[in-house]
Nanobody
């Protein structure tokens, strides 16, 4: 699976951005899709994840109520709508995909395909 992420950029505090990640290849390998982020000097961390069969998705506590993950299975694309952005949201955001039966999809180790990363910078 190849993943192409887009939509990052520079935004002011309180602003919004929508990230997109289009997947090409076998759809069975995109059972779960997720967004992770890495800020300078920090570890990679989960932002949100969604499975193909779930209505509900999981989001990290730090973004709940502000970020929404959703997917369009017809387009094999996952989105991350980010509202009320804060400076601490500044990071490189990576999308990732995983096949079924990989355990806990909150862990980066469950994912075997990764996009190239897109920079999100929230400025004051």
């Amino acid at each position: 699976v190849q993943l192409q992420a887009s939509g990052g950029g520079l935004v002011q505090i309180g602003g919004s951005l929508r990230l997109s990640c289009a997947a090409s290849g076998r759809s069975s390998r995109t059972y779960a899709m997720g967004w992770f982020r890495q800020a300078p000097g920090k570890d990679l961390g989960l932002v949100a994840t969604i499975r193909n069969s779930d209505v509900a998705a999981y989001s990290a506590d730090s973004v709940k109520g502000r970020f929404t993950i959703f997917r369009d299975n017809n387009k094999n694309t996952v989105y991350l709508q980010m509202n009320s952005l804060k400076p601490e949201d500044t990071a490189v955001y990576y999308c990732a995909s995983a096949p079924p039966n990989k355990g806990d999809y909150r862990r980066s180790s469950a994912y075997d395909s990764w996009g190239q990363g897109t920079q999100v910078t929230v400025s004051s």
